[in-house]
């Protein structure tokens, strides 16, 4: 399914009337459309109210689908794209000190950040 022309037929007015000033003509096939002439304009306005009338139908069935999942639970919003953080089982302790002499990354007045606190 690719992109959209327009999303209504006022919009596809809209464009077709801009387009047409410009001298732009609508082929199909082998078929050439004239914005201007009275059969190529309602032509193409009839292709613009098929494709708006099946894309409506396309959102009501959505609508339909999601009220019938809804009513049977399987629909509940939005889920969050992280799971709920979990507490810690055992808290670490934090302390303010100068680290534990002879430890990597020792430094006076540095906070420690541990899993036990070492009296």
């Known amino acids: 399914m690719g ?4 999303r209504n037929t006022a919009e596809v007015n809209q464009i077709l009337t801009g387009l047409s000033g410009r001298g732009v003509l609508f082929g199909l ?12 304009r309602l032509f193409l306005q009839t292709l613009a109210m098929v494709a708006e009338f099946e894309a409506n139908l396309g959102h009501l069935r959505t609508r339909e689908g999601m009220a019938l999942a809804k009513k049977n639970g399987k629909l509940k919003g939005k889920q969050p794209k992280l799971p709920e953080p979990r507490p810690a089982l055992h808290p670490p302790a934090i302390r303010r000190g100068r680290g534990v002499p002879g430890r990597p990354g020792h430094r006076a007045g540095c906070l420690v950040i541990s899993r036990r606190d070492p009296a």
């Open 3 to 6: 992109g959209y022309f327009a």
């Open 29 to 40: 096939g082998a078929s050439v459309y004239d914005w201007n002439d009275p059969f190529g």
